[in-house]
């Protein structure tokens, strides 16, 4: 995030960058998440609630809706008692066209 911050802004600090990074996730305002990167990813939460599909073989990251796991969530949160407050879910596996290749 830094990197293309810097050339708009030289004079801002690294730490301050990720400082203010760490208040909008903690706000609400953007979400963080490892899409297999090795970076994190930092998301603007605007809109409807979704998460992603990230193929381990080609990358490929598939976006798709909260309303395909809000019914697992309740579930999760029935069977336990638990209340789930992420707001963005990440799952790593294969996509069809790698499988096609296997």
């Known amino acids: 995030m830094y990197e293309q911050i810097h050339p708009l802004l030289p004079a801002v600090n690294p730490s301050t960058v990720y400082r203010a990074l ?3 996730v ?3 305002k953007i ?3 490892d899409m297999g990167t090795g970076s994190a990813v930092y998301e603007s ?3 409807e609630i979704h ?3 990230v193929c381990e073989e080609c990358g490929q990251v598939i976006t798709i809706d909260h309303s395909e796991v809000d019914k697992f969530f309740q579930a999760l949160e029935t069977q ?3 209340t789930i407050k ?3 879910l990440v799952l790593f596996g294969v996509c069809a066209a790698c ?3 296997q």
Request: glycine share 12%.
């Open 80 to 82: 336990h008692g638990f």
């Open 22 to 24: 760490e208040r909008l």
């Open 86 to 88: 992420t707001n963005h």
């Open 31 to 33: 979400s963080v998440s």
């Open 45 to 47: 939460i605007h809109g």
């Open 99 to 101: 499988q096609k290749k």
């Open 51 to 53: 998460h992603h599909l």
């Open 26 to 28: 903690k706000n609400g």
